[in-house]
């Protein structure tokens, strides 16, 4: 079983739209979370962290559902500008990272 | 947030030849940094840890005899791709946690073509 899975997408959206990412994982021990974006042929920039209780900031809400070990993001009123890869990233063991392949978001005019 | 950078950012090499890949934590200090490799289309992809004052880490699968890592300071970790070949080739990142939950910050990727 894979740690991270993600939905590849892509995801084809006009501007204005809403659009939920979806993430589980599989390692219950993990304790921190993160979503972050990579542009094409870019770093990983950070997105924001998710929190027990669920966390906005802005367009972007995330949620963390321990139980089910599942992580979304929601996008609202898209921009083209969000045109990106999205990495969802639980965290355990001296904080190494494990990616999964993300999920990629097209915006369209 | 912090800053990482990563010297060069690109550069071509011919096969055999080894090439060495810094990453620098600009305004904060890293006892351990990361070393990603990301083939196009495919996801970035853990190689190993770097452990200032230690030996590196490295994961499942990654030669370190082919890649030498060395943490020489809190600011700074360098990754060697020695004999380097064609399959060599791909967008190598460095990353350093900071901040109170440990998020990582990444370096803007080196891309490496060997000939």
């Known amino acids: 079983r894979k740690e991270v899975e993600q939905d590849p997408g892509p995801f084809n959206v006009p501007e204005g739209a809403t659009v939920a990412f979806n993430c589980t994982y599989s390692n219950s021990a993990s304790q921190s979370f993160f979503w972050y974006r990579q542009d094409c042929r870019k770093e990983p920039k950070l997105l924001m962290s998710v929190y027990s209780s669920g966390n906005e900031d802005g367009r972007f809400t995330a949620q963390l559902n321990r139980a089910s070990q599942y992580i979304s993001l929601l996008i609202r009123d898209s921009k083209l500008s969000d045109s990106a890869t999205y990495l969802c990233v639980p965290t355990y063991n001296f904080n190494k990272f494990y990616f999964g392949s993300g999920t990629k978001l097209n915006v369209k005019p | 947030g912090a800053v990482v950078s990563q010297h060069p950012s690109w550069v071509i090499c011919k096969s055999g030849t080894s090439v060495k890949i810094e990453c620098r934590s600009l305004?904060?200090?890293?006892?351990?940094m990361f070393w990603y490799r990301q083939f196009p289309k495919q996801s970035l992809m853990l190689m190993a840890t770097?452990?200032?004052?230690?030996?590196?880490?490295?994961e499942q699968g990654v030669e370190k005899d082919k890649f030498l890592i060395n943490h020489a300071s809190l600011t700074l970790s360098t990754l060697t791709v020695t004999s380097a070949h064609p399959e060599d080739s791909s967008f190598y990142i460095c990353?350093?946690?900071?901040?109170?939950?440990?998020?990582?910050?990444f370096g803007p990727g080196t891309r490496l073509t060997v000939t």
């Open positions: 770097s452990n200032e004052g230690s030996k590196a880490t490295y």
């Open positions: 990353s350093a946690p900071a901040g109170s939950r440990y998020e990582q910050y």
């Open positions: 305004d904060f200090q890293a006892t351990t």
